[in-house]
């Protein structure tokens, strides 16, 4: 045990280790996020949140407008 946290400890080889432990992380990241059916559809109806956003912020403005 002593051995492999020694061999961790060098500069050289805890970056490979880093590497690994970050592209396993990534790949069950894309996993999870592009699999499922129910996760496809939710991802799918975000698209349009920018464009939502905007028509209710133009139609608060015209209510206020109207106000005064």
Do not use: H
Request: with cysteine; aromatic share 14%.
């Amino acid at each position: 045990m002593i051995e492999m946290l020694q061999w961790l400890g060098r500069l050289e080889n805890s970056k490979i280790v880093a590497l690994l432990i970050f592209f396993v992380t990534f790949c069950g990241i894309l996993f999870y996020v592009f699999t499922g059916k129910q996760r496809k559809q939710r991802l799918e109806s975000y698209k349009y949140i920018p464009f939502a956003d905007e028509d209710d912020a133009e139609s608060d403005e015209t209510r206020k407008v109207d106000k005064r």
